[in-house]
Nanobody, 120 residues
Framework: QVQLVESGGGLVQPGGSLRLSCAAS????????MGWYRQAPGKQRDLVAT???????NYSDSVKGRFTISRDNAKNTVYLEMNSLKPEDTAVYYC??????????????WGQGTLVTVSS
């Protein structure tokens, strides 16, 4: 089994910053792409950013220049630094990882989600 534990969500004013973390643990042989998605009320889950094992990043147009994704491979952890937050960034943010387990299964694992609310 592979577990993802997310942290860092909360309430922030417009223009503020938050940092999300997602730590993977369990029967991990190898982690591949890691990423963040978000789902606003009544909307579909959308990509926010992804990062490969070697550090290549990809961002949605809506967050480019404001959000930064990074990872610590030694800690099996991915981060999302969010700056200049806007009310439209309000959503539940989900961590997603692609992993090979110690018994050689390929899995895509989702975190439980952490709520980010941007409001004055």
């Amino acid at each position: 089994q592979v577990q993802l534990v997310e942290s860092g969500g909360g309430l922030v004013q417009p223009g503020g910053s938050l940092r999300l973390s997602c730590a993977a643990s369990g029967s991990i042989l190898r982690l591949y792409n890691m990423g963040w998605y978000r789902q606003a009320p009544g909307k579909q889950r959308d990509l926010v950013a992804t990062i490969t094992k070697s550090g290549f990043t990809n961002y949605s147009d809506s967050v480019k220049g404001r959000f930064t994704i990074s990872r610590d491979n030694a800690k099996n952890t991915v981060y999302l630094e969010m700056n200049s937050l806007k009310p439209e960034d309000t959503a539940v943010y989900y961590c997603n990882v692609a992993v090979t387990t110690t018994d050689y299964r390929g899995l895509e694992v989702w975190g439980q989600g952490t709520l980010v609310t941007v409001s004055s």
